[in-house]
């Protein structure tokens, strides 16, 4: 008895001594290993990129960062809760990697406090509950000089942007000036649709690329009619400009050779041109098309502005309304350029996933040149060339698909130009040459002539000025009167990544890919892309069939009413066997139309079975053949015990 409860004493401290050595470990492990983690994320969602890492490494005085958010009231919201959790765990990795250069405060504003005024005052957006309280979620950067950057509302639909973002803000305030970009364009990009006229009503909506720029540059507005480039321009960028004139041409060209770096955008067909104010019109003086003849070709490039590239693999999926049957249809014109046509050596294009382009033309290079042509992205090898006066005319996406007539070649979209060049000029055009001058300085003259660069020239040259339409990349959405970014496609990053790059900051770029935009299911859209041509082969076939067979089925018919006599056996036969082909082919048309989805349908319930049932199976048969290796192992060792 007494060894019982001595063996019970032993079992009973034992289970002590666990508990607290369970705890003890716990407690050291939050102390010494609180930073360390493993990141077992496809994307790596939890780890700080290299670019935010050489961002806090620069930082030279202390920032604060205030993060502001209502915490007991988001308890009843698991959204918002958990999305504040990843950007608490974010600001907290960034303060234990910034060594003591970023200090952060978490302020949790009860409605009605003090801490709820402060975050009013600090520009900071609530979300109002069912109950007329207001959510906090926001984030007020500051540093030593009174410098103050914003994050209003954290919005779930930037969840992806999440550490860019954040580092922006941070290296916004780490400097002591933002650089300046220059910018020479005929686009609305400061206005919107409606233009000058809509921004004098108060109802301008500027480019969503435009405010991003904004947000990270001094920007410069150059009227397209300059004969000197300002000195404090860092990188100018010339957005399907108007025609210039040959002053300004040349200013653009001494930039160049004085070292400047330049994102040059020119297109054959710039739809983004057309879009419509509220008027029902395009913007007063606006240009269907643009090139930069004759420096394009003095850089090593060939623009060819009276083509469109059609491409039939990256067409993008449209609405048609043609058929109440088939709603969407790939439309050649308008491309989705994956990851796998872009350039994954360069860093402009490396992290970027797709890009969305309407219309564009084709670059390629200019023999004999003395720079480096490298593509940056391009067409596929399924890919024609459209002549600009059939892409005027209208022609409907079916149109287009129909008589598609691949040329195996790939078109290059966007390259990089780099190394050497010499001035297109021979010296600074005579006064008469410069145009009109009613809006330059009078006073002013062109710098000094350089006939070569000093250093290798670096430009990016983009045949698609339909890149920075909202359309194509972004869906706006307004909260609280703070437009709201939520990108369907990468054009943003592409242009943000190539100026940061030509300003000589690569630090952001790689933070703009953390987490993929979508991830598109390649399988299911070759499948309804060749679904769709069989439709419209088939369809074509069968209403030609119909069509021919309804004209005899009448003409039969005709015939018998104008004879006035009983249509003969024969031709009652005849007649029977129209109308029996003819309900046969209707009958095939409808299987066609009906079966346009069937390899996408049963695609999708072989992936349910698999997320859904095969798992469970797995694991039954796994647990069946465990159970079957112990009862033959017990019964084993029971035979050797006998």
């Not at 990795?93 to 405060?105: A, H, P």
């Not at 550490?163 to 300046?180: C, F, G, M």
């Not at 040329?407 to 055009?429: C, D, F, H, K, W």
């Not at 609280?480 to 690569?506: E, H, T």
């Given at each position: 008895?007494?060894?019982?409860?001595?063996?019970?004493?032993?079992?009973?401290?034992?289970?002590?001594?666990?508990?607290?050595?369970?705890?003890?470990?716990?407690?050291?492990?939050?102390?010494?290993?609180?930073?360390?983690?493993?990141?077992?994320?496809?994307?790596?969602?939890?780890?700080?990129?290299?670019?935010?890492?050489?961002?806090?490494?620069?930082?030279?005085?202390?920032?604060?960062?205030?993060?502001?958010?209502?915490?007991?009231?988001?308890?009843?919201?698991?959204?918002?809760?958990?999305?504040?959790?990843?950007?608490?765990?974010?600001?907290?990795?960034?303060?234990?990697?910034?060594?003591?250069?970023?200090?952060?405060?978490?302020?949790?504003?009860?409605?009605?406090?003090?801490?709820?005024?402060?975050?009013?005052?600090?520009?900071?957006?609530?979300?109002?509950?069912?109950?007329?309280?207001?959510?906090?979620?926001?984030?007020?950067?500051?540093?030593?000089?009174?410098?103050?950057?914003?994050?209003?509302?954290?919005?779930?639909?930037?969840?992806?942007?999440?550490?860019?973002?954040?580092?922006?803000?941070?290296?916004?305030?780490?400097?002591?000036?933002?650089?300046?970009?220059g910018i020479v364009t005929n686009l609305p990009m400061?206005?919107?649709?409606?233009?000058?006229?809509?921004?004098?009503?108060?109802?301008?909506?500027?480019?969503?690329?435009?405010?991003?720029?904004?947000?990270?540059?001094?920007?410069?507005?150059?009227?397209?009619?300059?004969?000197?480039?300002?000195?404090?321009?860092?990188?100018?960028?010339?957005?399907?400009?108007?025609?210039?004139?040959?002053?300004?041409?040349?200013?653009?060209?001494?930039?160049?050779?004085?070292?400047?770096?330049?994102?040059?955008?020119?297109?054959?067909?710039?739809?983004?041109?057309?879009?419509?104010?509220?008027?029902?019109?395009?913007?007063?003086?606006?240009?269907?098309?643009?090139?930069?003849?004759?420096?394009?070709?003095?850089?090593?490039?060939?623009?060819?502005?009276?083509?469109?590239?059609?491409?039939?693999?990256?067409?993008?999926?449209?609405?048609?309304?043609?058929?109440?049957?088939?709603?969407?249809?790939?439309?050649?014109?308008?491309?989705?350029?994956?990851?796998?046509?872009?350039?994954?050596?360069?860093?402009?294009?490396?992290n970027v996933d797709h890009l969305n382009l309407g219309?564009?033309?084709?670059?390629?290079?200019?023999?004999?040149?003395?720079?480096?042509?490298?593509?940056?992205?391009?067409?596929?090898?399924?890919?024609?060339?459209?002549?600009?006066?059939?892409?005027?005319?209208?022609?409907?996406?079916?149109?287009?698909?129909?008589?598609?007539?691949?040329?195996?070649?790939?078109?290059?979209?966007?390259?990089?130009?780099?190394?050497?060049?010499?001035?297109?000029?021979?010296?600074?055009?005579?006064?008469?040459?410069?145009?009109?001058?009613?809006?330059?300085?009078?006073?002013?003259?062109?710098?000094?002539?350089?006939?070569?660069?000093?250093?290798?020239?670096?430009?990016?040259?983009?045949?698609?000025?339909?890149?920075?339409?909202?359309?194509?990349w972004v869906q706006a959405q307004d909260y609280d009167?703070?437009?709201?970014?939520?990108?369907?496609?990468?054009?943003?990053?592409?242009?943000?990544?190539?100026?940061?790059?030509?300003?000589?900051?690569?630090?952001?770029?790689?933070?703009?890919?953390?987490?993929?935009?979508?991830?598109?299911?390649?399988?299911?859209?070759?499948?309804?892309?060749?679904?769709?041509?069989?439709?419209?082969?088939?369809?074509?076939?069968?209403?030609?069939?119909?069509?021919?067979?309804?004209?005899?089925?009448?003409?039969?018919?005709?015939?018998?009413?104008?004879?006035?006599?009983?249509?003969?056996?024969?031709?009652?036969?005849?007649?029977?066997?129209?109308?029996?082909?003819?309900?046969?082919?209707?009958?095939?048309?409808?299987?066609?139309?009906?079966?346009?989805?069937?390899?996408?349908?049963?695609?999708?319930?072989?992936?349910?079975?698999?997320?859904?049932?095969?798992?469970?199976?797995?694991?039954?048969?796994?647990?069946?053949?465990?159970?079957?290796?112990?009862?033959?192992?017990?019964?084993?060792?029971?035979?050797?015990?006998?």
């Amino acid at each position: 008895m007494q060894q019982t409860h001595l063996r019970s004493g032993y079992r009973i401290a034992m289970l002590v001594l666990l508990a607290v050595l369970f705890l003890a470990v716990n407690l050291f492990s939050n102390v010494v290993f609180r930073s360390a983690q493993v990141d077992l994320t496809q994307n790596k969602l939890f780890t700080l990129s290299q670019g935010t890492e050489n961002v806090l490494k620069e930082i030279d005085e202390p920032i604060t960062l205030k993060f502001f958010f209502s915490e007991r009231l988001a308890n009843e919201y698991p959204q918002i809760r958990t999305y504040a959790n990843r950007v608490r765990d974010l600001l907290q990795e960034v303060r234990d990697r910034s060594n003591g250069k970023v200090i952060l405060e978490v302020v949790d504003p009860e409605p009605y406090s003090g801490d709820e005024d402060l975050a009013m005052s600090l520009g900071l957006k609530g979300a109002r509950t069912t109950e007329g309280d207001i959510i906090y979620f926001g984030l007020v950067g500051t540093n030593s000089v009174d410098g103050i950057e914003q994050i209003p509302f954290f919005a779930d639909e930037r969840q992806q942007y999440l550490e860019y973002d954040v580092t922006r803000l941070i290296q916004n305030l780490s400097r002591a000036k933002k650089p300046v970009l220059g910018i020479v364009t005929n686009l609305p990009m400061d206005t919107g649709a409606g233009g000058l006229m809509e921004a004098m009503r108060g109802k301008s909506k500027p480019f969503m690329i435009y405010e991003e720029l904004r947000d990270r540059f001094q920007i410069n507005f150059l009227e397209q009619n300059f004969i000197k480039v300002p000195k404090d321009v860092d990188v100018l960028l010339v957005a399907h400009p108007r025609q210039l004139n040959d002053a300004t041409l040349y200013a653009i060209d001494q930039f160049v050779m004085r070292g400047g770096r330049v994102l040059a955008s020119v297109d054959p067909h710039s739809e983004v041109s057309f879009t419509s104010g509220d008027n029902g019109q395009p913007v007063q003086g606006y240009t269907p098309s643009s090139d930069l003849a004759p420096l394009l070709a003095h850089w090593g490039v060939n623009f060819d502005a009276k083509h469109v590239v059609g491409d039939r693999k990256l067409a993008m999926r449209v609405q048609t309304g043609m058929d109440a049957r088939r709603q969407t249809s790939d439309y050649v014109l308008w491309l989705t350029v994956p990851r796998g046509n872009l350039d994954a050596n360069d860093i402009v294009t490396a992290n970027v996933d797709h890009l969305n382009l309407g219309t564009p033309g084709s670059l390629s290079p200019v023999k004999g040149a003395t720079t480096r042509f490298t593509p940056l992205f391009w067409s596929s090898d399924d890919a024609e060339l459209y002549d600009l006066d059939y892409v005027k005319s209208g022609p409907t996406p079916d149109d287009l698909l129909r008589n598609f007539k691949p040329t195996g070649q790939r078109y290059v979209i966007a390259a990089r130009v780099s190394g050497p060049l010499r001035s297109a000029y021979e010296a600074a055009p005579p006064v008469t040459a410069r145009g009109d001058t009613e809006r330059s300085d009078s006073r002013e003259t062109p710098d000094p002539y350089v006939a070569e660069t000093k250093a290798d020239a670096n430009i990016i040259v983009i045949a698609d000025s339909d890149i920075f339409d909202d359309r194509f990349w972004v869906q706006a959405q307004d909260y609280d009167g703070q437009r709201v970014a939520q990108p369907i496609a990468d054009n943003a990053r592409f242009i943000l990544s190539a100026i940061d790059n030509l300003m000589g900051s690569d630090d952001l770029i790689s933070l703009r890919a953390r987490e993929r935009a979508d991830r598109p299911f390649t399988v299911v859209d070759n499948l309804r892309r060749a679904a769709d041509r069989h439709f419209l082969a088939e369809q074509e076939r069968l209403k030609a069939k119909i069509a021919e067979t309804e004209q005899r089925l009448t003409a039969l018919q005709t015939q018998a009413g104008e004879g006035q006599a009983a249509p003969s056996a024969h031709e009652q036969d005849e007649a029977a066997e129209f109308r029996a082909e003819l309900l046969s082919s209707r009958k095939a048309l409808r299987d066609v139309q009906r079966n346009l989805r069937r390899d996408i349908d049963r695609l999708a319930t072989n992936v349910r079975f698999v997320n859904v049932a095969l798992m469970p199976i797995l694991v039954a048969f796994i647990a069946i053949g465990i159970a079957v290796v112990r009862h033959r192992r017990r019964k084993a060792r029971a035979a050797k015990g006998v």
